[in-house]
């Protein structure tokens, strides 16, 4: 199993920029993918971004595609995902997960079996 770790969070200002990590130990497999969701309180975890492991194929999704990027390095075992122009609708909670990537991206937190413990990106106005 995948133990995945994520950095970066932090309180910033609308406008800014912040990048978060997701550092990925433990068993990883050829057809890995790894997805960033976000979550505020009293919704669901939302579907923000996800690459795999080997191709570097990505996805990001249509409300913040142009602002947000994700990346990897996989020397470092560690995906990124690039926000710029923070707005206050972005304050939540990040999270990454790992799961498998059959050619079709994943959009729901069920279809991914290991996730990091979150961190929290606030964005003040």
């Known amino acids: 199993q995948v133990q995945l770790l994520e950095s970066g969070g932090g309180l910033v200002q609308a406008g800014d920029s912040l990048r978060l990590s997701c550092t990925a130990s433990?068993?990883?497999?050829?057809?890995?993918?790894v997805a960033w969701f976000r979550q505020t309180s009293g919704k669901e975890r939302e579907f923000v971004a996800a690459?795999?492991?080997?191709?570097?194929?990505?996805y990001v999704v249509d409300s913040v595609k142009g602002l947000f990027t994700i990346s990897r390095d996989n020397v470092k075992n560690t995906v990124y995902l690039h926000m710029n122009d923070l707005k206050p609708g972005d304050t939540a909670v990040y999270y990454c997960?790992?799961?498998?990537?059959?050619?079709?991206?994943?959009?729901?937190?069920?279809?991914?079996?290991?996730w990091g413990q979150g961190t929290q990106v606030t964005v003040s106005s």
């Open positions: 690459i795999t492991w080997a191709g570097g194929n990505f």
């Open positions: 997960a790992a799961g498998s990537y059959w050619g079709s991206w994943n959009y729901t937190p069920r279809a991914y079996e290991s």
């Open positions: 433990g068993r990883t497999f050829s057809n890995l993918a």
